[in-house]
Every structure is written in C-alpha cells, then in structure tokens.
C-alpha cells in the first residue's frame, strides 16, 4: 500500500512517501493557495492509499484539522492523524547524524519530520 505523510506548518509543508513501508522523504512544498493541488497531483501520479497528517496540541492543532478537512474534501482518500510530538526534533537528529550541509537544513527537514510521522503510523 503506497502512503502520504505530511508534517503541516504554517509556511512549509513536508511530505515523505512510503511503498510497502519503505519511507523515504520527499520534498517540501510552500503552504501556499497551491498546496492542496500539489498533495492531490502527488497523490494522484503516485496512486496513493492512505494519508497521514501529523497533528500537533495546542491551538495549532486547529489550524492542522482545518488543512485535513480541505484535504478530504478533495483527496476522497482515508487520511488518519499520527501525533507529531518531537517530530521535528528527531529529523533534526538523523538530519545532523548523516552529516547533511546545513544550506540545505529547511529544504529537507520537514519533509524528514513527515517521514518520521509516517514511519510512527505504519509501524504501529
């Protein structure tokens, strides 16, 4: 079953793909007017299963259900939340542990933080 998962933010979203629980990330995309069609166009092109939206707690948790309820009305796919709790923090780690240049830090780590919320969802 191919997978999407998503680690949403206000300015980036990142988006890591799994094939038979083989993850790797992807790219990040800007959260932007464009960004749902970009995660429908991928979903699409890469016949997708299932999506994985990591959801944090607090007051951004919100803002995360309003982005899954525009997702839904425009994937027609199940999408579940994983929570995301250090999310970023552990991307930040296997980010420095393989020794990546720092210039391109914001180019991968949400889309590293989307592959460890994925990894936490379809490794339950």
């Known amino acids: 079953m191919n997978c999407l998962g998503i680690d949403y933010g206000s300015r980036r979203i990142g988006l890591a793909f799994s094939v038979d629980h083989i993850i790797s990330p992807l790219e990040v995309i800007q959260n932007d007017q464009y960004a749902i069609s970009r995660i429908l166009s991928f979903c699409q092109n890469h016949a997708i299963h299932k999506v994985y939206v990591g959801l944090s707690t607090g ?4 803002t995360i259900h309003i982005f899954i309820d525009k997702l839904r009305s425009v994937l027609q796919l199940p999408i579940e939340t994983v929570e995301e ?10 980010f420095k542990t393989n020794r990546k240049k720092n210039k391109n830090y914001y180019q991968n780590i949400d889309s590293i933080a989307a592959a460890v919320i994925l990894s936490r969802a379809i490794h339950v």
């Open 59 to 62: 007051e951004f948790a919100q």
């Open 85 to 94: 709790a250090v999310s970023t923090i552990e991307a930040d780690y296997i």
